[in-house]
T-cell receptor, first 114, second 113 residues
């Protein structure tokens, strides 16, 4: 089984709808992240969390919110989806015990907002 | 303003030859760099990293070189194999109190048989 899973893998929705993307991990890591990737661009950080109930904004947090109710789960919500939020979304985890440790990524969720 | 730049969107290399992927950065405070590899329909996977106190790090066929004065790093793959065909991202810790990574736009490496 994959260490970092994301659901759904693909989602098509309409402008104005509320959408939640889920991320679960079995690595036991305390740090979790959400990134988005647009065509021809690198990944950009949306939000990150160091522990349960800890939430921090990343580079592009506007229009998004997150929830970290358990160490293994980090969900990303789009309160009112808009077309320019069409992108590939990745969840990642890292182990805080390792300074500058690598991040482990999920397989991604492809979101299309019509 | 892009802090991590990969100026070559794609690179084609013959199987068995050396692949050299380049990355430039603007933030001299970056103290650590990572390379990630990404296949279609998968998340990025960590490949190799280098600390700013070093100028070279090697792991099997993969070597990363860091030139701090030029703010430049490169990833060398020798010999290149068909399975190396993927998108390669250069990344650095975002810093400024923020956790997370700052990524370049990626280079699509194509290994020709």
């Amino acid at each position: 089984d994959a260490d970092v899973t994301q659901t759904p893998r693909n989602r098509i929705t309409k402008t104005g709808k509320r959408i939640m993307l889920e991320c679960s991990q079995t690595k036991g890591h305390d740090r979790m992240y959400w990134y988005r990737q647009d065509p021809g661009l690198g990944l950009r950080l949306i939000y990150y969390s160091f522990d349960v109930k800890d939430i921090n904004k990343g580079e592009i947090s506007d229009g998004y919110s997150v929830s970290r109710q358990a160490q293994a789960k980090f969900s990303l919500s789009l309160e009112s989806a808009i077309p320019n939020q069409t992108a590939l979304y990745f969840c990642a985890t890292s182990d805080a015990r390792f300074y500058r440790g690598e991040q482990f990524f999920g397989p991604g969720t492809r979101l299309t907002v019509l | 303003d892009q802090q991590v730049k990969q100026n070559s969107p794609s690179l084609s290399v013959q199987e068995g030859r050396i692949s050299i992927l380049n990355c430039d950065y603007t933030n001299s405070m970056f103290d650590y760099f990572l390379w990630y590899k990404k296949y279609p329909a998968e998340g990025p996977t960590f490949l190799i990293s280098i600390s700013s106190i070093k100028d070279k790090n090697e792991d099997g066929r993969f070597t990363v070189f860091l030139n701090k004065s030029a703010k430049h790093l490169s990833l060398h793959i020798v010999p290149s194999q068909p399975g190396d065909s993927a998108v390669y991202f250069c990344a650095a810790p975002s810093g400024g109190g923020a956790d997370g990574l700052t990524f370049g736009k990626g280079t699509h490496l194509i290994i020709q048989p």
